[in-house]
């Protein structure tokens, strides 16, 4: 078992006062259970372990099991006492997070992988061959150890390659060969381990390390420029008169054109169809009021002057004292008794707007003048009638 890991395991058995062998067992008891978990946060937070590494130290647990218990304690985390506890924890354990030593002293942290028989099938595809009876001088061996530790920092191969001024790919190479060293040392120990799995769990916690380190370098993220505002969403300027000092109303027209624009004839046209009936009530309404307005009823009183006695009917009213040629009734009281003004008459032709033809006449003295007219037809057509009865 992993050193660190160990560690870890031994600590936590003591904090709970869980026997290990239970924590690693397939108890699956509340108490228990949270060990473990705690556990794995604890191995993916300080050792940087993969979840199937955490699997196989955890009482080779799977690796999706492992998963699941590291986001379960992402949301037991939001418990502000439950994180402090653990904060305790990782204090008490002396191990710094994301712990750098293990990296730097060449040291094996990742756990040899069992190889199952599935494995030996993708190992024997694997391009890499792993020579086996390869000796490693010590100089050699100091070398590799240098390279490694270089890419495991977080330095991409160029960077490594750079530094110890070699080649790129002469870097690839001897970080390959350091890692068969790694397993060639682990299987001396008489731990088997896949290569390949090993290779490829290495690599993803150098790329883990080389995103952290990417992310504590980043610069401060400076806000971004405001865009610069255009006239209008699609526009830029008005598209009838390419003003941009006018305000955009609508379809890229400014304030002064669209309502001059066919497709707001359109929809005007349009609405007022459908708002026919309370546009009618509205323009009845307003029609009222407007007759009634003083200067539009001195206005239409002239107008009608104008159509019916030829303009004369103003000046037959002061020729005749504005009062009724009959009964001498004012304009004023006429006014007050029949609620209608004067009256200014025809004698005989209504077409005739002489002032001679002109007569002034109240309400009363205008009907009587009329009935009697009346009068006078009937008498004319009943005498009519009886000279025609006398001649048959
Ligand atoms: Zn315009
Ligand atoms: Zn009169």
Same mark, same amino acid.
Do not use: M, T
């Given at each position: 078992m992993n050193r660190n890991f160990s560690q870890i395991l031994k600590y936590i058995s003591e !904090?709970?006062?869980?026997?290990?062998?239970?924590?690693?067992g397939p108890s699956r008891e509340k108490n228990i259970k949270m060990a473990r978990f705690v556990i794995v946060y604890l191995a993916r937070e300080i050792l940087n372990f993969s979840y199937p590494e955490i699997g196989r130290e955890l009482g080779d647990r799977d690796h999706t099991t492992i998963m699941h218990a590291y986001k379960k304690m992402g949301a037991f985390l939001e418990n502000e006492n439950f994180k402090n506890e653990?904060? #305790?924890?990782?204090? $008490?354990?002396? +191990? *710094?997070?994301?712990?750098?030593?293990?990296t730097k002293n060449f040291k094996i942290t990742t756990i040899p992988i069992i190889k199952t028989k599935q494995e030996d099938i993708s190992l024997k595809k694997s391009k890499i061959k792993i020579e086996k009876d390869y000796i490693f001088d010590k100089r050699i061996i100091k070398r590799l150890e240098n390279v490694l530790n270089l890419w495991r920092e977080g330095n991409t191969l160029q960077?490594?390659?750079?530094?110890?001024? &070699?080649?790129?790919?002469?870097?690839?190479?001897? +970080?390959?060969?350091?890692?068969?060293?790694?397993?060639?040392q682990l299987e001396k120990d008489g731990i088997k381990?896949? !290569?390949?799995?090993?290779? *490829? $769990?290495?690599?993803?916690?150098?790329?883990n390390t080389r995103n952290k380190i990417k992310e504590e370098n980043k610069p401060p #993220?400076?806000?971004?420029?405001?865009?610069?505002? *255009?006239?209008?969403e699609y526009y830029d300027f008005c598209r009838m008169c390419k003003t941009t000092d006018n305000k955009h109303i609508s379809h890229g027209y400014c304030k002064k054109c669209y309502y001059k624009t066919e497709q707001f004839?359109?929809?005007?046209?349009?609405?007022? &169809?459908? $708002?026919?009936?309370k546009w009618d009530i509205r323009a009845k309404k307003y029609s009222k009021e407007?007759?009634?307005?003083?200067?539009?009823? #001195?206005? &239409?009183? *002239?107008?009608?002057?104008?159509?019916?006695?030829?303009? $004369?009917?103003?000046?037959?009213?002061?020729?005749d004292g504005y009062q009724c040629t009959r009964c001498h009734i004012s304009q004023q009281e006429s006014l007050n008794k029949y609620g209608r003004d004067l009256y200014v008459v025809h004698i005989k032709s209504t077409t005739n707007h002489s002032l001679k033809n002109l007569i002034t006449l109240c309400k009363k003295c205008h009907s009587k003048r009329i009935?009697?007219?009346?009068?006078?037809k009937n008498n004319k057509i009943n005498k009519s009638d009886k000279m025609g009865d006398k001649k048959r």
């Open positions: !904090y709970y006062g869980i026997k290990e062998a239970d924590i690693l653990i904060d #305790e924890i990782i204090n $008490n354990l002396g +191990i *710094r997070k994301r712990h750098k030593n293990i960077e490594v390659g750079d530094k110890l001024k &070699l080649s790129r790919e002469r870097i690839s190479q001897l +970080i390959k060969k350091g890692i068969q060293y790694e397993v060639q381990i896949d !290569y390949k799995e090993y290779f *490829r $769990n290495e690599k993803l916690k150098q790329k #993220e400076v806000p971004k420029k405001s865009k610069i505002k *255009r006239w209008s004839k359109e929809i005007q046209r349009a609405s007022r &169809l459908r $708002n026919k009936e407007y007759i009634n307005r003083p200067e539009i009823k #001195e206005k &239409l009183k *002239r107008k009608r002057d104008e159509e019916c006695y030829g303009g $004369n009917r103003e000046l037959a009213l002061k020729r009935i009697k007219i009346v009068q006078s």
